[in-house]
């Protein structure tokens, strides 16, 4: 067998469906009882729909509760701070406070591997003895710490690159001899494309997992074709953890066991059938910070037929765009709320659009603006591009349009990037 085929758990990854369902229902249980008693905010919401924990015996009754969307999360946590209610452990147990865009806090408990990325990453090759470069950002938000810790549970050595630096990425993976990268996909084209420049060749990275952004099937080719580099992908929030990842057949992304996942009707909430697009909805097995029925925003279609692997979970078919205004641009949300606040760093603008689209390999953000009477662009532009970097945390352009070129009642953030 290949080195890098086989299973993390077995016993959970080809459970029968109606195993899966009792292990569920049993966490799901011993979830909401201690999230009734530790979580006020999580309580609160149970009780506005008239239910108490009992009343929800399984996966099935979930539907009973009304979904919460994250871009409910700012004001529940405002009127509730710092978490909303959501955290079931006074803050001394608390580990780490990430602070996603939005703003939205998320706490990291006592537990290990509450982010359930461990499954996700063996089952996309990684195995004892790797070093890994970890190009995921290390500051405010999760996924670089909670990959870490998975890759130190299977016996991976992690190397903290971070983000950017990208000569330092080469000459840093050359060093420890790298087989490992995790990171977007779209940075990864980048280190190759930079070691080939300096003249390295092959950087030795033998596997991949990616995230944060989409991995068009021509990309993956590259970097299996041209670089030999067995590339994966996963899906998660920083609110959720992992749900979702690739097993080496490449036919979707299976979910994982500690994860309810539900397609809903992104207007009523409602589960839909397996095959129909909707919004992913999630309840995740986390002590720490129970997210029950929390709608992601993101939209995706569930297949519940057997994958050839052996695996016996239903699997996500793929990204599918938002559900709502929200985009994430080079591992990052961006909110219409962050959008304004850009604008009204910088007086003298009549309308604004923000466009998303992709250059190569790469996002790209450009703020079009229509000036108000006598403004001028010497004086817009360069305000506007620092609070971009302040504010979304971002590098954009900034483009001046001529009056009448952003329609009445445009989006405020436009995606319009390609996926093949």
Not at 54 to 81: N, Y
Not at 315 to 343: C, N, S, Y
């Amino acid at each position: 067998m290949d080195r890098r085929s086989g299973y993390w758990n077995r016993e959970k990854e080809t459970m029968p469906p109606a195993a899966r369902e009792r292990y569920q229902a049993r966490w799901l249980a011993d979830l909401l009882e201690l999230a009734w008693e530790k979580a006020p905010g999580v309580r609160r919401r149970l009780e506005r729909a008239g239910l108490g924990p009992k009343d929800l015996r399984g996966p099935d009754d979930l539907a009973r509760l009304p979904v919460i969307k994250k871009s409910e999360m700012p004001d529940l946590q405002k009127a509730d701070p710092p978490f909303g209610g959501f955290c079931t452990v006074p803050m001394r147990r608390v580990r780490r406070i990430f602070v996603s865009p939005g703003p939205i806090l998320e706490p990291m408990g006592p537990e290990i591997s509450e982010w359930h990325a461990e499954t996700c990453l063996f089952a996309g090759g990684f195995r004892p003895g790797d070093v890994v470069i970890n190009t995921f950002l290390y500051h405010l938000v999760p996924a670089a710490h909670e990959l870490d810790e998975a890759l130190n549970l299977i016996g991976c050595t992690a190397v903290p690159t971070g983000v950017g630096n990208t000569d330092t990425q080469v000459t840093v993976a050359r060093a420890v001899h790298a087989t490992g990268y995790v990171g977007t996909p779209s940075f990864l084209m980048t280190i190759l494309q930079r070691a080939k420049e300096m003249g390295v060749g092959r950087l030795g990275l033998e596997v991949a997992q990616v995230g944060a952004e989409p991995l068009p099937e021509s990309l993956r080719k590259q970097f299996e074709d041209e670089h030999g580099i067995m590339t994966r992908q996963g899906f998660g929030t920083a609110d959720l953890g992992l749900v979702a990842y690739e097993c080496p057949e490449k036919a979707g992304m299976h979910l994982v066991e500690d994860a309810v996942v539900q397609v809903c009707d992104p207007q009523s909430g409602e589960p839909l059938p397996y095959g129909q697009i909707g919004e992913l909805v999630a309840t995740v097995h986390n002590t720490t910070y129970p997210m029950i029925r929390f709608g992601t925003g993101d939209l995706t279609i569930i297949d519940d037929a057997r994958c050839p692997c052996g695996r016996t979970s239903a699997r996500m078919l793929g990204w599918r765009g938002r559900a709502d205004e929200v985009t994430k641009v080079r591992g990052m949300f961006i909110h219409p709320r962050q959008a304004d606040e850009v604008v009204a760093r910088a007086s003298g603008i009549a309308k604004y659009q923000v466009v998303v689209g992709r250059e190569g390999h790469q996002d790209s953000l450009k703020f079009c603006v229509e000036l108000a009477p006598g403004a001028s662009a010497e004086a817009v532009t360069p305000r506007l591009e620092a609070a971009i970097r302040d504010v979304m945390k971002l590098r954009g352009s900034v483009q001046v349009v001529s009056a009448g070129s952003i329609p009445d009642g445009a989006k405020k953030i436009s995606d319009e990037r390609k996926w093949d």
